[in-house]
Every structure is written in C-alpha cells, then in structure tokens.
T-cell receptor, first 112, second 117 residues
Framework: QKEVEQDPGPLSVPEGAIVSLNCTYS??????FMWYRQYSRKGPELLMY????GNKEDGRFTAQVDKSSKYISLFIRDSQPSDSATYLC????????????FGTGTQLKVEL | DTGVSQDPRHKITKRGQNVTFRCDPI?????LYWYRQTLGQGPEFLTY????????KSRLLSDRFSAERPKGSFSTLEIQRTEQGDSAMYLC???????????????FGPGTRLTVL
C-alpha cells in the first residue's frame, strides 16, 4: 500500500463548477501538506501548502487538512478551462531533508 | 529566466547506453532534489544534495544511477546501462533551506523525458 493515495481520475466538470480533490495518507509523521498543479509535459508548480491541520484559502483555492482522519482536500471554486491539469498532493515530515512524498495525481478537465 | 532549468528536455536512447542529465537550480538555492515520474504516477524521490553533499538516496536509486553536484551549483544524474524500465520523466527541484526554517518551497524544473528503446 502506498503512503499517499489519490484517485487518478480523470475528473471532468463543467466550467464554473466546484471541484473537490482528495488524498489519504498513512504516515502520521507527515506535517506539511502541499498541492501542486502539473500541466502536460511540464514540471509541478506549487499551489498551496498547509502546516498540520486546518484550512487555508487563496483566491479560488481552499486546502483542508484533517490529521485525525489522515485526509486532505483541495477545493477549486468557479473552475475555469485553464484549471485543466493534473493535481498532485504531496506531503513531508518535519526535517528529514524535506523530501516530498506525492500522490499519483488527479487529472482534471474543465469543459466549456 | 531564473527558474530551474534542465537539459536535455528529451532523450531517446537504446537499451544498454549511458545517459547523463543536467540540472541548473535557482541561483543560491542550497538544496537540490531529483525525482522520477513515470506515466500516470506522481514524482518519486531519488536523491538530494545540501550544497555539494549528497545526503540521502532512495532505494529506487540502483547502482546504475549516480548523481553529483560538484561545486554546489548544477547537478548531473547519470544512468549507466539503461533499461526500458528507466523510461520516465526525471525532475529536478531546488530550494533554499536554513536552520530553524519551517516550510521551504521546492521549485521544479520542466523535467527531462527519457525514452529507452
């Protein structure tokens, strides 16, 4: 079983929809939780990070972490065709070289 | 462009050949990471450097793989005797890390796509 599980999709939604992306994990030592966006044949780019449990909002994006359930979410409001990409969750422990453990990524398509 | 750069962007090679990739991190970033991403999967950690010291290697990094960062700036990743299973995107990332710091962002390069025939 992988340390981080993520539904690969693909997920197709109409423009303007609210998108919910999720990951579960097994390592209780994870303290930093990140969401990356990756366009086809490009490197990942950081969208948001959260330390420990709680919510964080940035424009149309909201990240939630529930450490008790080992469950994290990313919500995208008013989705746009330009949001079409693969969304990767990533996690790391405190210290330990800061290496990231990624989920498989969820492929999202926002249709006009 | 002051981001992470990688060269080449694409490499096609025959099984058994050696290949070398280069990564130039963001200037003054002291940490450099290598990840491998296969189709439909997330990136997997391979190794990382703090300045010129290689501090950790994943068990994914077989003895056919070697990475260097000789002067604490650019890094190279060499794969000897390539196998078809080595076909993947090889991603480099860099960050600025210092004592007492909490979060530090890893900035990723565009990757080198390797195809082993």
């Amino acid at each position: 079983q992988k340390e981080v599980e993520q539904d690969p999709g693909p997920l197709s939604v109409p423009e303007g929809a609210i998108v919910s992306l999720n990951c579960t994990y097994s390592n209780s030592a994870f303290q930093y939780f990140m969401w990356y966006r990756q366009y086809s044949r490009k490197g990942p780019e950081l969208l948001m990070y959260t330390y420990s449990s709680g919510n964080k909002e940035d424009g149309r994006f909201t990240a939630q972490v529930d450490k008790s359930s080992k469950y994290i979410s990313l919500f995208i409001r008013d989705s746009q065709p330009s949001d079409s990409a693969t969304y990767l969750c990533a996690m790391r422990v405190t210290g330990g070289g800061n290496k990231l453990t990624f989920g498989t990524g969820t492929q999202l398509k926002v249709e006009l | 462009d002051t981001g992470v750069s990688q060269d080449p962007r694409h490499k096609i090679t025959k099984r058994g050949q050696n290949v070398t990739f280069r990564c130039d991190p963001i200037s003054e970033h002291n940490r450099l990471y290598w990840y491998r991403q296969t189709l439909g999967q997330g990136p997997e950690f391979l190794t990382y450097f703090q300045n010129e010291a290689q501090l950790e290697k994943s068990r994914l990094l077989s003895d056919r793989f070697s990475a260097e960062r000789p002067k604490g700036s650019f890094s190279t990743l060499e794969i000897q005797r390539t196998e078809q299973g080595d076909s993947a995107m090889y991603l480099c990332a860099s960050s600025l890390s210092f004592a007492g710091q909490g979060y530090n962002e890893q900035f990723f390069g565009p990757g080198t796509r390797l195809t082993v025939l």
